[in-house]
């Protein structure tokens, strides 16, 4: 395969995965946004996002790692495909290493907290969890 069809197949499976995982295939800037609240590293533009989208790049090794863990999707089908591993349409291969926008702001803050204030938080939610499944 070309490096022109290995784009665009690329391509194509990241927009299957952003349908499956509920994000909209066409737009470039909400990929954006997702992926630099989650990943660590140097954020991406919306014109890389774009070129991911439209077959034009291939996103590095570890930014391709963390766009298959948040859409939960395993990495290797996301870069080369194959019909072993392809999640079926709307599941993925595991919907609990997806998280939402505003969760992934929530650890962040978490992190950015003292120890103290973090076990407060923690014990915090417990309590609300503990509460949320109290038979009512």
């Known amino acids: 395969m070309n490096s022109t069809n290995e784009r665009e197949s ?23 946004r997702e992926f630099n609240i989650r990943f660590e590293g140097r954020p991406i533009t919306v014109h890389a996002a774009r070129k991911w989208l439209v077959g ?6 570890e930014k391709l790692r963390m766009i298959a863990q948040w859409l939960g999707v395993p990495a290797d089908w996301l870069r ?36 103290h204030h973090k076990q ?8 609300l969890v503990r509460m949320n499944h109290q038979p009512k």
Do not use: C, W
Not at 10 to 32: G, I, M, V
């Open 56 to 61: 034009e790049a291939i996103p590095t090794q």
């Open 120 to 127: 407060l938080a923690r014990e915090f939610i417990r309590m």
């Open 80 to 115: 080369f495909g194959g019909s072993d591993n392809a999640p079926a349409n709307g599941e993925t291969a595991d919907a609990s290493a997806r998280f939402e926008s505003a969760d992934v702001k929530l650890i962040a803050d978490l992190q950015r907290l003292d120890e």
């Open 10 to 32: 690329f391509s194509e499976r990241l927009q299957q995965a952003l349908k499956n995982a509920h994000y909209s295939p066409d737009s470039p800037t909400r990929l954006a």
